[in-house]
T-cell receptor
Framework: GAGVSQSPRYKVAKRGQDVALRCDPISGHVSLFWYQQALGQGPEFLTYFQNEAQLDKSGLPSDRFFAERPEGSVSTLKIQRTQQEDSAVYLC??????????????FGEGSRLTVL | AQSVSQHNHHVILSEAASLELGCNYS??????LFWYVQYPGQHLQLLLKYFSGDPLVKGIKGFEAEFIKSKFSFNLRKPSVQWSDTAEYFCAVNTPNTGFQKLVFGTGTRLLVSP
């Protein structure tokens, strides 16, 4: 496909379960971002990759959150021991170059996580 | 830390009405500014951006925004809205603090245009 693809689109987890969310960026895009969007809020930055290097993970809310992009393409956001406050839409975005130069992020449709 | 304020959370307009959505940011230095839009059932997409130069920026679908540095504002405008403009609009900023990589978003404004 031509756009950013995320899976699963919807995930229901029981509190304490581990979840993994996948992002397939647009082919050839160097930069990849994860954002968290709670209900009624704007997206909040979680982490950023340039190729396989995780350059900024300052937005990850706790050590239960972990992201990887081992081959510089597909990325996975893993949440361990999920809590109710983790319920949100997790957005992945990619950019052809650096956002500094291109200014445009291409977003996926998001993975909606509900923790019961 | 920088922040973005969108004071109008919900706006309801009739078709052909003029639109102005407010956006204020808190950062005193150089900024890049963006408006993103999310149509119902779709992903976020870029509407327009400001890096430098002419403070009046024109985007897609007849939208424009004006950067007023003295007011720390980047308001979005459209002279005549259409029903298809119904969407949620997000203002965003990035700054040198993060190498202009990380976007900080506002909380969004939901626009409903009635036919």
């Amino acid at each position: 496909g031509a756009g950013v693809s995320q899976s699963p689109r919807y995930k229901v987890a029981k509190r304490g379960q581990d979840v993994a969310l996948r992002c397939d960026p647009i082919s050839g895009h160097v930069s990849l971002f994860w954002y968290q969007q709670a209900l009624g809020q704007g997206p909040e930055f979680l982490t950023y990759f340039q190729n396989e290097a995780q350059l900024d993970k300052s937005g990850l809310p706790s050590d239960r959150f972990f992201a990887e992009r081992p081959e510089g393409s597909v990325s996975t956001l893993k949440i361990q021991r999920t809590q109710q406050e983790d319920s949100a839409v997790y957005l992945c975005a990619s950019s052809l170059g650096t956002v500094r130069n291109t200014g445009e992020l291409f977003f996926g449709e998001g993975s909606r996580l509900t923790v019961l | 830390a920088q922040s973005v304020s969108q004071h109008n959370h919900h706006v309801i307009l009739s078709e052909a009405a003029s639109l102005e959505l407010g956006c204020n940011y808190s950062y005193g230095g150089t900024v890049n500014l963006f408006w993103y839009v999310q149509y119902p059932g779709q992903h976020l997409q870029l509407l327009l951006k400001y890096f430098s130069g002419d403070p009046l920026v024109k985007g897609i679908k007849g939208f424009e925004a004006e950067f007023i540095k003295s007011k720390f504002s980047f308001n979005l405008r459209k002279p005549s809205v259409q029903w298809s403009d119904t969407a949620e609009y997000f203002c965003a900023v990035n700054t040198p603090n993060t190498g202009f990589q990380k976007l900080v978003f506002g909380t969004g404004t939901r626009l409903l245009v009635s036919p």
